[in-house]
């Protein structure tokens, strides 16, 4: 059942056996999809969130078609110019960490830089 | 059908998130301090945990995704975005923006209802 339906009450506090969020299969997803859709591009300031918007949705889209039932996802994705800045991105969740989980995928090359986060929530 | 009230106890409100992680988070870690490469990393650690823990002090039923980005002002472009698949009833996030001379921060917060 998606995480929205909130209508029938299904007592199961667990994901069943083997439905668990699979962080390393979605990084190797997500890796690939950055790999290949950014392969070439560089760092435009008037398209950059046009960008990053494109990302975190296709990015969501095609890890939901993979992601176990009842998992609620937050794709986050940052686009930034590469000039040598200082940057530093950091996470932390409160969760459960039996049944929750999240992927990282980055990509870089003269011109820009991409980091995008998965985090795959278990819906009760 | 039971009907879900969404009351002051368990709703995720932006506007006190905001204040939470622009006064006690990012202002008491960075405040006017100049950007500085060897203490980013204990920057964005304690932004991101005093975030958390203010927000599980709220006692509400959520679970919380905090992000933290801290970048070093230099005229570099910086976009985010994000997508959630999620309950659009009960599940919120917000965006805090904060910046002095020499750093921008920006902090994601994602409540998921329990």
Known sequence: ??????????????????????????????????????????????????????????????????????????????????????????SRCLWDSQHDDFAVAMFQNHSLFTLVIVHGVYCE | MDEFQLSEETAFVVDDITTIIKDVSICTTIGSSAYQQNRINQWTSSVVETSLSQLSKLGKPFKYIVTCIILQKNGAGLHTASSCFWDNTMDRSCMVRWENKTTYCIVCVFGLAV
Do not use: W
Not at chain 1, 33 to 57: E, P, R, V
């Open chain 1, 1 to 90: 059942s998606l995480p929205g339906d909130s209508g029938s009450n299904t007592y199961k506090t667990e994901p069943e056996k083997g439905c668990l969020f699979k962080a390393s299969k979605v990084q190797k997803l997500v890796q690939a999809m950055l790999d290949s859709y950014l392969d070439g591009a560089s760092y435009n300031a008037a398209s950059g969130s046009h960008l990053s918007q494109i990302l975190s949705d296709m990015v969501k889209s095609k890890v939901k078609e993979i992601s176990p039932p009842r998992y609620k996802l937050v794709c986050q994705v940052v686009v930034g110019q590469n000039r040598n800045q200082g940057l530093r991105v950091a």
